[in-house]
């Protein structure tokens, strides 16, 4: 089955920790992106990257830092310089090109940080 | 400054009749339009799209009709079931600098009763 894969689920951190989200596609998608939702909010883009070895700030970077060295995996990592890193965190991939293309995203990672 | 704005933050229809969602945007280098559905705690699924070259695409209960000279987007939903009761999410994307980049609106909860 291709998809996009997030894990864990959930997870929980004391504040003042780094840590690692994990975001893997088998799509053969160039193209992909993190977003974090907040309650009654829409989605917001942190950081998205079109080839391997480049990224690309969104809306709201500070805080949290990306890699992409293989094209199927961008791990998201959010730092202790975040200021409110409780947030579900949402992975997505698309075809990057000069077409109209849909982004399809994993399942989410509840973090949670005390 | 929000550029995608749904300013329904719930919607409750009855089961078998239309559901209308709306979305309205403000800028006009939007030409890519996106409806995606969420369930809580999953991640968004990609439900229907539209270029700004036509004004309506349909896809079997989903219609999205577009007014670019309102600056906006609705999606039907007809017949409404139960199973379509989620949280809706309008995007918009400019192609261009940003290539890929969807701006997303707040949501619109849908009810839909038996």
């Known amino acids: 089955d291709g998809g996009i894969t997030q894990s864990p689920k959930y997870l929980f951190r004391k504040e003042g920790q780094n840590v690692t989200l994990s975001c893997e596609q088998n799509l053969n998608h160039d193209a992909m992106y993190w977003y974090r939702q907040d309650p009654g909010q829409g989605l917001r883009l942190i950081y998205y990257s079109q080839i391997v070895n480049d990224f690309q700030k969104g809306d709201i970077a500070e805080g949290y830092s990306v890699s992409r060295e293989k094209k199927e995996s961008f791990p998201l990592t959010v730092t202790s310089a975040q200021k409110n890193p409780t947030a579900f965190y949402l992975c997505a991939s698309s075809i990057w090109g000069t077409g109209n293309y849909e982004q399809y995203f994993g399942p989410g990672t509840r973090l949670t940080v005390t | 400054d929000q550029q995608v704005k749904q300013n329904s933050p719930s919607l409750s229809v009855q089961e078998g009749r239309i559901s209308i969602l709306n979305c309205d945007y403000t800028n006009s280098m939007f030409d890519y339009f996106l409806w995606y559905k969420k369930y809580p705690a999953e991640g968004p699924t990609f439900l229907i799209s539209?270029?700004?070259?036509?004004d309506k695409n349909e896809d079997g209960r989903f219609t999205v009709f577009l007014n670019k000279s309102a600056k906006h987007l609705s999606l039907h939903i007809v017949p409404s079931q139960p199973g379509d009761s989620a949280v809706y999410f309008c995007a918009a994307s400019a192609r261009g600098g940003s290539q890929g980049n969807l701006i997303f609106g707040k949501g619109t909860k849908l009810s839909v009763k038996p």
């Open positions: 539209i270029s700004s070259i036509k």
